[in-house]
T-cell receptor, first 110, second 114 residues
Framework: GQQVMQIPQYQHVQEGEDFTTYCNSSTTLSNIQWYKQRPGGHPVFLIQLVKSGEVKKQKRLTFQFGEAKKNSSLHITATQTTDVGTYFCAGGSTLGRLYFGRGTQLTVWP | DGGITQSPKYLFRKEGQNVTLSCEQNLNHDAMYWYRQDPGQGLRLIYYSQIVNDFQKGDIAEGYSVSREKKESFPLTVTSAQKNPTAFYLC?????????????FGPGTRLTVL
Protein backbone atom coordinates (compact mmCIF):
# COMPACT_ATOMS: atom_id res chain seq x y z
CA GLY A 1 0.00 0.00 0.00
CA GLN A 2 0.88 3.65 0.03
CA GLN A 3 3.86 4.45 2.19
CA VAL A 4 5.80 7.55 2.99
CA MET A 5 9.36 6.81 4.06
CA GLN A 6 11.15 9.33 6.27
CA ILE A 7 14.83 9.48 7.17
CA PRO A 8 16.74 9.70 9.37
CA GLN A 9 14.85 8.24 12.32
CA TYR A 10 17.07 10.10 14.82
CA GLN A 11 19.35 13.11 14.51
CA HIS A 12 21.52 14.62 17.21
CA VAL A 13 23.06 18.03 16.52
CA GLN A 14 24.89 20.71 18.46
CA GLU A 15 23.08 23.99 18.80
CA GLY A 16 23.86 26.13 15.77
CA GLU A 17 24.28 23.23 13.36
CA ASP A 18 21.86 22.64 10.50
CA PHE A 19 19.35 19.79 10.31
CA THR A 20 17.52 18.14 7.43
CA THR A 21 14.87 15.42 7.30
CA TYR A 22 13.71 13.76 4.10
CA CYS A 23 10.49 12.12 2.96
CA ASN A 24 10.09 9.86 -0.04
CA SER A 25 7.14 8.17 -1.67
CA SER A 26 7.12 5.54 -4.42
CA THR A 27 4.00 7.15 -5.89
CA THR A 28 3.13 10.71 -6.79
CA LEU A 29 1.66 12.71 -3.94
CA SER A 30 -1.08 15.29 -4.25
CA ASN A 31 0.36 17.32 -1.39
CA ILE A 32 2.67 17.07 1.60
CA GLN A 33 2.17 18.37 5.11
CA TRP A 34 4.71 18.75 7.91
CA TYR A 35 3.99 18.45 11.63
CA LYS A 36 6.09 18.93 14.76
CA GLN A 37 5.61 17.02 18.01
CA ARG A 38 7.41 18.36 21.07
CA PRO A 39 8.48 15.80 23.71
CA GLY A 40 5.41 14.73 25.67
CA GLY A 41 3.12 16.65 23.32
CA HIS A 42 1.01 16.07 20.27
CA PRO A 43 1.66 16.77 16.58
CA VAL A 44 1.08 20.34 15.48
CA PHE A 45 0.71 21.39 11.86
CA LEU A 46 3.60 23.42 10.42
CA ILE A 47 2.96 23.81 6.71
CA GLN A 48 1.55 22.30 3.52
CA LEU A 49 3.10 22.13 0.05
CA VAL A 50 0.98 21.43 -3.00
CA LYS A 51 2.83 22.51 -6.14
CA SER A 52 5.63 20.68 -7.89
CA GLY A 53 9.01 22.18 -6.93
CA GLU A 54 7.43 24.39 -4.27
CA VAL A 55 9.67 25.94 -1.62
CA LYS A 56 8.34 27.64 1.49
CA LYS A 57 10.16 29.26 4.38
CA GLN A 58 9.22 29.89 7.98
CA LYS A 59 12.04 31.82 9.65
CA ARG A 60 14.87 29.24 9.94
CA LEU A 61 12.79 26.40 8.45
CA THR A 62 12.79 25.68 4.71
CA PHE A 63 10.37 23.20 3.19
CA GLN A 64 10.69 21.76 -0.31
CA PHE A 65 8.44 19.61 -2.48
CA GLY A 66 10.18 17.73 -5.27
CA GLU A 67 9.59 18.33 -8.95
CA ALA A 68 8.06 14.86 -9.36
CA LYS A 69 5.97 15.34 -6.17
CA LYS A 70 7.45 12.16 -4.72
CA ASN A 71 9.80 13.64 -2.16
CA SER A 72 10.05 16.48 0.30
CA SER A 73 12.50 17.88 2.78
CA LEU A 74 12.56 20.08 5.85
CA HIS A 75 15.76 21.98 6.56
CA ILE A 76 16.42 23.90 9.76
CA THR A 77 19.27 26.42 9.70
CA ALA A 78 21.24 27.04 12.89
CA THR A 79 19.24 24.84 15.21
CA GLN A 80 18.17 26.05 18.63
CA THR A 81 17.13 24.07 21.69
CA THR A 82 13.55 25.08 20.99
CA ASP A 83 13.69 23.01 17.77
CA VAL A 84 13.81 19.78 19.78
CA GLY A 85 11.04 17.33 18.90
CA THR A 86 9.88 14.87 16.30
CA TYR A 87 9.15 16.11 12.79
CA PHE A 88 6.62 14.21 10.71
CA CYS A 89 5.84 14.48 7.05
CA ALA A 90 2.42 13.39 5.80
CA GLY A 91 1.84 12.72 2.14
CA GLY A 92 -1.51 13.02 0.46
CA SER A 93 -2.38 10.05 -1.70
CA THR A 94 -4.04 10.72 -5.02
CA LEU A 95 -6.76 8.38 -3.72
CA GLY A 96 -7.55 10.78 -0.92
CA ARG A 97 -5.81 9.65 2.29
CA LEU A 98 -2.99 11.26 4.22
CA TYR A 99 -0.08 8.95 5.09
CA PHE A 100 2.32 9.87 7.89
CA GLY A 101 6.02 9.07 7.82
CA ARG A 102 7.65 7.56 10.91
CA GLY A 103 9.14 10.88 11.92
CA THR A 104 12.62 12.19 12.64
CA GLN A 105 13.43 12.77 16.29
CA LEU A 106 15.71 15.80 16.65
CA THR A 107 17.88 16.32 19.71
CA VAL A 108 19.79 19.58 20.07
CA TRP A 109 22.72 19.80 22.48
CA PRO A 110 23.36 23.24 23.96
CA ASP B 1 -4.71 21.79 18.68
CA GLY B 2 -7.18 23.61 20.91
CA GLY B 3 -10.74 22.38 20.54
CA ILE B 4 -10.01 18.67 20.77
CA THR B 5 -10.08 17.00 24.15
CA GLN B 6 -9.04 13.50 25.09
CA SER B 7 -9.46 12.04 28.50
CA PRO B 8 -7.91 10.77 30.58
CA LYS B 9 -4.28 11.65 29.89
CA TYR B 10 -3.10 8.39 31.48
CA LEU B 11 -5.09 5.17 31.70
CA PHE B 12 -4.23 1.86 33.30
CA ARG B 13 -6.13 -1.37 32.69
CA LYS B 14 -5.73 -5.01 33.43
CA GLU B 15 -5.16 -7.43 30.60
CA GLY B 16 -8.40 -8.84 29.22
CA GLN B 17 -10.50 -5.74 29.91
CA ASN B 18 -12.03 -3.57 27.23
CA VAL B 19 -11.35 0.13 27.60
CA THR B 20 -12.89 3.14 25.87
CA LEU B 21 -10.93 6.29 25.10
CA SER B 22 -12.86 9.48 24.63
CA CYS B 23 -12.35 12.15 21.98
CA GLU B 24 -14.45 15.30 21.74
CA GLN B 25 -14.09 18.25 19.36
CA ASN B 26 -15.88 21.58 19.25
CA LEU B 27 -14.36 22.69 15.93
CA ASN B 28 -17.40 21.61 13.90
CA HIS B 29 -15.15 19.32 11.86
CA ASP B 30 -16.69 16.57 9.77
CA ALA B 31 -13.72 14.18 9.83
CA MET B 32 -12.17 12.52 12.84
CA TYR B 33 -9.28 10.07 13.19
CA TRP B 34 -7.65 7.74 15.68
CA TYR B 35 -3.91 7.10 15.55
CA ARG B 36 -1.67 4.89 17.57
CA GLN B 37 1.90 6.00 18.30
CA ASP B 38 4.65 3.61 19.40
CA PRO B 39 8.33 4.55 19.72
CA GLY B 40 9.95 4.51 16.29
CA GLN B 41 6.66 3.65 14.55
CA GLY B 42 5.33 7.08 13.81
CA LEU B 43 1.57 7.57 13.55
CA ARG B 44 -0.48 4.59 12.45
CA LEU B 45 -4.11 5.07 11.51
CA ILE B 46 -6.60 2.90 13.37
CA TYR B 47 -10.00 4.21 12.22
CA TYR B 48 -11.35 7.34 10.63
CA SER B 49 -14.76 8.86 10.13
CA GLN B 50 -15.68 11.23 7.33
CA ILE B 51 -19.16 11.96 8.60
CA VAL B 52 -21.56 11.10 11.39
CA ASN B 53 -22.70 7.47 11.46
CA ASP B 54 -19.95 6.39 9.09
CA PHE B 55 -16.40 5.19 9.69
CA GLN B 56 -13.69 3.21 7.90
CA LYS B 57 -10.86 0.96 9.01
CA GLY B 58 -7.37 2.32 8.84
CA ASP B 59 -4.14 0.34 8.66
CA ILE B 60 -4.29 -1.35 12.08
CA ALA B 61 -7.99 -1.70 12.97
CA GLU B 62 -7.83 -5.24 14.37
CA GLY B 63 -8.74 -5.31 18.07
CA TYR B 64 -10.31 -1.84 18.01
CA SER B 65 -13.83 -0.51 17.50
CA VAL B 66 -15.31 2.96 17.12
CA SER B 67 -18.63 4.74 16.88
CA ARG B 68 -19.63 8.13 15.49
CA GLU B 69 -23.12 8.87 16.75
CA LYS B 70 -22.47 12.60 17.16
CA LYS B 71 -20.37 14.97 15.10
CA GLU B 72 -18.44 16.07 18.17
CA SER B 73 -17.54 12.64 19.51
CA PHE B 74 -15.50 9.70 18.21
CA PRO B 75 -14.78 7.22 21.03
CA LEU B 76 -12.32 4.37 20.53
CA THR B 77 -12.70 1.03 22.30
CA VAL B 78 -9.59 -1.06 22.76
CA THR B 79 -10.86 -4.61 23.07
CA SER B 80 -9.26 -7.59 24.74
CA ALA B 81 -8.53 -8.90 21.23
CA GLN B 82 -5.87 -6.25 20.73
CA LYS B 83 -2.66 -8.16 21.40
CA ASN B 84 -0.42 -5.27 22.36
CA PRO B 85 -2.63 -2.37 23.48
CA THR B 86 -0.08 -0.40 25.51
CA ALA B 87 0.59 2.74 23.46
CA PHE B 88 -0.02 6.46 23.06
CA TYR B 89 -3.37 7.10 21.35
CA LEU B 90 -3.99 10.32 19.46
CA CYS B 91 -7.30 11.59 18.18
CA UNK B 92 -7.43 14.16 15.39
CA UNK B 93 -10.00 16.03 13.36
CA UNK B 94 -10.12 18.00 10.13
CA UNK B 95 -12.71 20.15 8.41
CA UNK B 96 -13.31 17.43 5.83
CA UNK B 97 -11.51 14.20 5.00
CA UNK B 98 -9.69 15.74 2.02
CA UNK B 99 -5.97 15.09 2.35
CA UNK B 100 -5.27 18.79 1.87
CA UNK B 101 -7.06 19.63 5.12
CA UNK B 102 -4.94 20.23 8.21
CA UNK B 103 -5.37 17.66 10.94
CA UNK B 104 -5.71 19.00 14.48
CA PHE B 105 -4.60 16.64 17.21
CA GLY B 106 -5.78 16.22 20.76
CA PRO B 107 -3.34 15.90 23.67
CA GLY B 108 -3.46 12.08 23.56
CA THR B 109 -4.13 9.27 26.03
CA ARG B 110 -1.31 7.06 27.20
CA LEU B 111 -2.77 3.58 27.79
CA THR B 112 -0.91 1.01 29.84
CA VAL B 113 -2.26 -2.51 30.07
CA LEU B 114 -0.85 -4.47 32.98
Amino acid sequence: GQQVMQIPQYQHVQEGEDFTTYCNSSTTLSNIQWYKQRPGGHPVFLIQLVKSGEVKKQKRLTFQFGEAKKNSSLHITATQTTDVGTYFCAGGSTLGRLYFGRGTQLTVWP
Amino acid sequence: DGGITQSPKYLFRKEGQNVTLSCEQNLNHDAMYWYRQDPGQGLRLIYYSQIVNDFQKGDIAEGYSVSREKKESFPLTVTSAQKNPTAFYLCASSITSRNTDTQYFGPGTRLTVL
